[in-house]
Every structure is written in C-alpha cells, then in structure tokens.
C-alpha cells in the first residue's frame, strides 16, 4: 500500500493516522523479534523514564516523533494485553525463547529477573491496574516454574530474596 | 393475609437493599486500602476500561493450576494461590468499585434526564443490586476455595458489569444526544 501520495505533509512530515505508522512499525522492526516477550522489552526500553514518551529514530525520520511515540505507545499497549493473558505455559515458553536469543543463560536469567524484577517497568503508563498486576503476577509464577525445572531440589523455587546476583 | 405477605415482601426487599448498601460500604473502604502500584490508571479522568474477558478467564484459570500440579512442588502451588488470590481479590474489589462509580454516574445522569423508562432503570437497579451480592460472594469464595474453581461465576460477574456499563453508556448517549435537540431560547 502506497501512502506516501495519499497524504498531505506539515512541516516536512506526512500527516498519516497513527494505526499507519503502527503497521509500520510491526511491518520493519517488531516482524524481525523473536518472541512477544522481547518485542514487550524492546518497546518499553524505547519509553523515556523520565516522560513516558517514546522515541524511535526511524520511525520518527518517516513520520514524525510525535507520531512515532504514539504508534509505539499503541504497540506496547497491545502487545502488553496480550501477554497479560497469556497462559502460564506459553509465558514459560517465551521466556525460554528469549533467553536462547540472549547471550546469558536460561538459569542466569531467571535468577537476575527474580531478584531485580525489571520486568516491572514493562508495564504501560495509561492501564487499567488490574491488567498491570496481573502481568507482574505471572512473570513471578513463571519464573517460578522456570527456576523449578532448572533445578527441582530448589525447596522454594520463587525465593528471590535468598539468591545472589550473578558474578557475586 | 395479601397485605401481611406485602409488608413481609417490603420488608424482605428494604433487607437486601440494607444488606447491599452495608456490604457495600465495607467494599470501598476495604478497596480504598488496595493503592494500586501503577499509577496510570486512565480510570482516573473518568473514563472506564473494563478487563478483557480473556484476562477475567486467566485469573481463574484451571488450566494454569493443572500446570502447576504438575510440578508436585507444595512451594509453587502455594506461590501460585496465593498471586492468583491477590489477583482475584484486586478485580472483584476494582469491579465492585467501578461499577459503584458507573451508578453513581447513571443515578446523576437520570436526575437530569426528562425521558425515564421506569422498568429499564429498575431492571438496571436489580442487576446493580445483584452483581454486588455476587462480588461479595466471590470475594468469600476466593478467600475459602480458591479461583481455580471458580472461572464460571467470575465470568458471570464481568459479564453483568459489561451489561451494566453498556447500559449506562447507552443511557448517557442518549441523554445527550436529546439534550442537543432541547431548542435553546434566543
């Protein structure tokens, strides 16, 4: 689909709706990620701590940053629905995922994620609460999980605070 | 004899109204502790977001739980009930006081509005009265069997609050909507 014509432009940018340049996005960069968890990763690591908005350098050279910031806005907030209602199994599985296409791992993971919980500020800044604990709660649960299989013995598989951090 | 089964139908409905209001008033208060850790709430301009349904069927989901028998470990079966308890507990509360947010609305929206259909606002009344007994019941049910058990009567639960939610929006786009027609004086 041709839009490039079908749009007029303000200040050098073409004024396209946000869903375009959502397609956009899932079209060029969210397609190349392995697994929902990492696209989830990557999207929120493009969100400003500081503002909450989103900044993509491609994205924002074809649109504009305004644009690109809501499309990516749009993208975490669906991709986080998604996996909030993911089944335990299938979260299991895509932490498993990304962890083959990281460097670290599967154990190493696991152990860093239940100590620091960096997952949390995956969580979208305009959601209904429920939505966000219930994200939270089931990355907990699955690592749990994760962490058991690793190694069975464990007698508390979800005790993060007794671990120590890789490389101590 | 008609009258004395009258005043004791009276009497019966005051009862769960009373029931209803009290029950109710332990809810918000016990929801007003619950201070969510995400703070971008867009309920908060006033606007409600209900949960998908997919995610209500996840919180009670028994197909997670079986995953979690499983494991045979004790440690992950009491992790996994007690996150999906906290859970259960945190919408039953949130939906509870959503819905008391989207009354209070509807009650206010029909004090302005000059067309009330008496028997869609008391059917509309009944089904407020009734989600708020079956909140109260889930929430005893969560606490003593657990969700895993009890997909169906949560689905139940969001289901009469969608209904309700609906209605109200309805009601309110209507309401505005006759308003707009109201001529205004020169």
Redesign the interface.
């Known amino acids: 689909m041709n839009t490039r014509n079908s749009h007029e432009t303000y200040a050098g940018f073409e004024l396209v709706p946000v869903r375009d340049v959502y397609e956009d996005l899932l079209r060029r960069t969210l397609s190349k990620i392995s697994s929902d968890l990492a696209r989830l990763i990557f999207i929120a690591s493009t969100r400003d701590y500081n503002t909450g908005t989103y900044h993509h350098e491609g994205l924002a050279s074809r649109f504009s940053p305004e644009k690109a910031s809501e499309a990516l806005e749009l993208a975490h907030t669906e991709i986080f ?1 998604q996996l ?6 299938a979260l299991v599985e895509e932490i498993e995922i990304y962890a083959c296409a990281s460097r670290e791992s599967a154990a190493t993971i696991v152990r860093t994620w239940q100590i620091l919980e960096p997952y949390r500020v995956a ?12 994200f939270v ?2 990355i ?2 699955a690592l ?2 994760l962490r ?2 690793q190694n ?1 013995e464990v ?4 005790a993060a605070s007794r671990l120590q951090l890789p490389g101590q | 004899m008609i009258g004395l089964i009258s005043a004791l139908t009276i009497g019966l409905l005051l009862l769960v109204v009373l029931v209803v209001f009290a029950l109710g008033q332990g809810s918000t208060a016990r929801g007003n502790h619950s201070i969510s850790e995400f703070p971008g709430d867009p309920r908060h301009s006033g606007e409600l977001e209900v949960c998908p349904p997919e995610l209500v069927a996840r919180i009670f989901s028994r197909e997670d739980w079986a995953l979690i028998l499983q494991t045979h470990s004790p440690c992950l079966e009491r992790l996994f009930l007690q996150e999906r308890k906290r859970i259960a507990l945190l919408w039953v509360r949130q939906t509870s006081r959503d819905i008391r947010q989207v009354m209070r609305s509807h009650t206010e929206a029909a004090k302005r509005a000059a067309d009330i259909h008496f028997r869609t606002e008391l059917s509309l009344f009944l089904m407020y009265i009734e989600l708020l007994l079956m909140c109260e019941t889930l929430l005893l049910l969560i606490t003593t069997v657990g969700p895993p058990r009890l997909e169906r009567i949560a689905s139940y639960v969001h289901e009469l609050a969608r209904q309700i939610s609906y209605a109200h929006e309805a009601f309110a786009r209507s309401s505005a909507g006759a308003a707009t027609e109201i001529p205004t004086s020169p």
Do not use: E
């Open positions: 629905k909030a209602a993911y089944s335990l199994a969580v979208p800044l305009q959601l209904n609460p429920t939505i966000g604990h219930v709660s089931n907990r649960l749990a999980i058991h299989r069975p007698v508390d598989p979800s």
